[in-house]
């Protein structure tokens, strides 16, 4: 229990400080493995089929499908790292030191008494949601932002699991598949912003604002124009 | 428990099979189909004794939401008819970056499925299963954002899944807090939760009730946490758009009702009410910030949602009166906002921008739509004798009866501001003579039709309120210690 939420912290550092996209799918791969384990390791009453079950899947899912296919779109679009991040890797980790310290806090804040559940797991989970909405502020490339998203999946996930909490089979399971449609959709839009923008940076979709004049909007449709026509062959 | 799963999972199967449909008129007719068979059943749940059955059930409170979302459904399936027909046959030509767009079957698909998780998140009772069908409604809706495929579009999809998604992943967060102020209640259901009351942790509570506010808040569409709520709309094509001011942001504004219910119960409601008045107001004072002088219609249209969702959450929060006057707004701003969407889709299509100063004559050109967008912007505002005009009075009322002095000057003056402001925009855009190279043309009936009829039931609703609606209203507020009587 100890050793896989120390794992799980040391993931949500690693996500601060890689610069390389790739290594930040394989992390986030690793957490999804980790905490398709969790259950197991945790259940303090017998394994039904239920938890085995949904372990299972949520392996498949978080640690295996969902990295593949972001692996498939990171080489389709052929960006490999994360360049100039509106925090440097330097400050990040500083800033996820930080942020570990305010997860312990609240943990000690939150005065568990019943819980079942070693703290040190909800310190982790607490530490993954921050890290995980950090991620996503702070850097630019879409992939990133889905990385960050699901970084912060899992602690929100984990948080359940640290205050030793159970739905029912089938709402878990409907959580999970939210998640993976979730992020199946957000992998499709990013290839699309890739094809069409031929960019993936989310700091440069600044088209919609509401100071936006006729310049920009006949600028964008002149742009847009060819992009279509493609759309729609390839549709056809 | 078949009878309200059956509007769910009618919706669902339909919208699975639409995506392998190939005839664009049997797909088209299973769309409205649907649509009408899911507003019959659900006037059914609604006209019946409230059903519970554990994870779902109706109370009045769902099924003043569930009527909503199947009668606004079903003026955008219909509506949706004129819009996919106007998109195959490129109406005008400068129209054509508006009107090109994605298979027909995904569009289809993706509303039936919206319609399914809309019902589901209004007729769930089970906390964990609204959560995972208010996500799943974002997921619906996200590529219905992007129909038209441009870059413009892809941005707003884009911010609104990943917006809403963090938004709701953290009401998760909220949910496992919600579910710590009482280990011991078995089932994580609003009933049980309820029942449970004074028993429950009240610092947990606390804390659940802010950040499940927070989390569903962002998808409802409160300020500050609204931004991604003007890029969807304006993006979104009008059917589409309608949908999302007119049934979503209710069925989000529903999973902060429940918790409220909770907190209602477990002592901390003031905090809560207090909570609720304060993004109520700071949404409508941002929204008039942003109406004023706001360039492009459609997001004038977004803007007025978030304004709208403000005032029922105001009227939620200070309690009283005020409830029902927020629950009847809820309903009133739904009839309008959907016309009004649905005409802007007509003005666009006409028009081919959306930049207001560019429309110009519409009461020549485009009578109907004309008069729909001019009582549209009557209804919108508060007019009498329209609904919208007693739900913001009932709310005032209630205000000035409590002595709330200070918030009913500054929501008076927000109301006066945004009606100045929205009147100058469209009464210029319909008073005004029409260029010179616009081409008659005649309008469709399916165009306007759906928008009238639910703006003379917005009217009815002003005039004369039947009784079965006014006892859900009251049952509804008085699950909130609220109501008129």
Redesign the interface.
């Known amino acids: 229990m100890n050793i896989i939420s120390i794992i799980l912290i040391m993931s949500g550092l690693l996500l601060l400080g890689s610069s390389r996209l790739g290594v930040a799918i394989k992390v986030v791969a690793i957490q999804g493995l980790v905490l398709g384990i969790l259950p197991i390791v945790k259940a303090s009453h017998e394994l039904t089929a239920g938890v085995w079950f949904l372990c299972i899947s949520i392996i498949a899912a978080k640690g295996i499908i969902l990295p593949i296919l972001l692996n498939t779109n990171l080489k389709s679009s052929g960006i490999t790292r994360e360049i100039e991040p509106f925090i440097s890797y330097g400050v990040s980790i500083i800033a996820g030191i930080i942020m570990l310290i305010l997860a312990g806090w609240m943990t000690v804040r939150l005065n568990l008494n019943?819980t079942m559940t070693p703290p040190i797991v909800l310190s982790a989970a607490f530490f993954m949601?921050l890290s995980g909405?950090f991620l996503?502020i702070t850097r630019k490339k879409?992939l990133t932002?889905i990385l960050g998203?699901l970084a912060?999946?899992n602690g929100?996930y984990a948080?359940?699991i640290g205050?030793s909490?159970e739905?029912?089979f089938m709402?878990e399971l409907?959580?999970l598949?939210?998640v993976v449609?979730?992020v199946v959709?957000?992998g499709h839009?990013l290839l699309?912003?890739d094809k069409?923008?031929a960019h993936t940076d989310?700091d440069r979709?600044t088209?919609?604002s509401?100071n936006?004049?006729?310049s920009g909007?006949i600028k964008?449709?002149s742009?847009?124009?060819v992009?279509?026509g493609s759309?729609?062959e390839v549709?056809k | 428990m078949i009878r309200i799963l059956f509007p769910t999972v009618i919706a669902a199967m339909a919208g699975i099979i639409a995506f392998f449909i190939r005839s664009n008129t049997w797909r088209r007719a299973l769309l409205v189909t649907t649509a009408s068979v899911h507003l019959v059943f659900s006037f059914y749940l609604g006209a019946i004794k409230p059903i519970k059955a554990g994870w779902i059930g109706t109370d009045s409170l769902s099924v003043i939401f569930l009527v909503t979302v199947s009668l606004m459904f079903f003026a955008a399936a219909v509506y949706s008819i004129f819009y996919l027909t106007a998109d195959r046959h490129h109406e005008p030509e400068n129209a054509?970056?508006y009107l090109?767009s994605?298979?027909e079957s995904i569009y289809t698909g993706c509303m039936l499925l919206l319609l399914s998780t809309m019902t589901l998140a209004v007729t769930a009772r089970?906390f964990?299963?609204q959560?995972?069908s208010i996500?799943?409604t974002?997921?619906a809706s996200?590529?219905l954002i992007?129909f038209h495929?441009?870059?413009?579009s892809?941005?707003?999809?884009?911010?609104y899944?990943?917006i809403c998604?963090?938004g709701i992943?953290?009401a998760?967060?909220g949910l496992?807090f919600l579910?710590?102020t009482s280990?011991k209640v078995s089932e994580?259901t609003v009933d049980a939760f309820v029942a449970a009351g004074s028993s429950l942790d009240k610092k947990w509570l606390s804390a659940a009730f802010i950040i499940i506010l927070v989390g569903y808040g962002t998808k409802m569409g409160l300020a500050p946490l609204h931004t991604w709520l003007?890029?969807a709309h304006?993006?979104a094509p009008a059917p589409v758009s309608a949908l999302l001011s007119g049934a979503l942001l209710n069925c989000a504004f529903l999973g902060i009702m429940r918790v409220h219910q909770v907190a209602n119960a477990g002592g901390i409601g003031v905090m809560a009410s207090e909570l609720l008045v304060m993004f109520g107001i700071f949404s409508i004072g941002l929204a008039t910030v942003?109406i004023l002088r706001?360039?492009?219609f459609k997001?004038l249209l977004a803007y007025s949602s978030v304004e709208n969702m403000g005032i029922i959450a105001l009227g939620v929060g200070v309690g009283g009166g005020a409830v029902f006057g927020g629950l009847f707004h809820a309903v009133n701003h739904s009839l309008v906002k959907v016309a009004l969407f649905l005409a802007a889709g007509n003005i666009l299509a006409r028009y081919g921008?959306r930049?207001s100063s560019k429309v110009r004559g519409l009461a020549s050109i485009m009578p109907t739509t004309a008069f729909i967008w001019t009582m549209g912007l009557i209804a919108i505002t508060g007019t009498p004798p329209f609904g919208t005009f007693m739900s913001k009075f009932t709310i005032l009322k209630t205000m000035t009866a409590k002595g709330m002095w200070s918030l009913t000057a500054f929501f008076m003056a927000f109301l006066v501001i945004i009606f100045a402001a929205m009147s100058y925009i469209v009464l210029k855009m319909v008073f005004t003579p029409p260029p010179p190279e616009m081409p008659e043309k005649p309008e469709r009936t399916l165009s306007w039709i759906m928008p009238v009829i639910l703006l003379v039931t917005a009217l009815a609703a002003g005039i004369y309120m039947p009784e079965i609606v006014r006892n859900h209203l009251e049952q509804a507020s008085a699950l909130f210690g609220g109501g008129l009587k």
């Open positions: 019943r949601v909405l996503m879409a932002q998203f912060m999946e929100v948080v359940g205050l909490l739905f029912p709402v409907g959580i598949l939210d449609v979730g959709i957000m839009l699309h912003m069409e923008m989310t979709l088209e919609l509401d936006i004049r006729l909007e964008v449709v742009s847009n124009e992009n279509i759309d729609r549709l | 054509s970056r090109s994605t298979p089970h964990a299963l959560w995972v996500e799943a974002t997921l996200a590529p992007y495929r441009s870059s413009r892809l941005e707003a999809a884009w911010k899944l990943i998604s963090v992943a953290i998760l967060m496992f579910r710590m280990p994580f003007p890029d304006s993006e942003f706001q360039p492009d997001r921008t930049e």
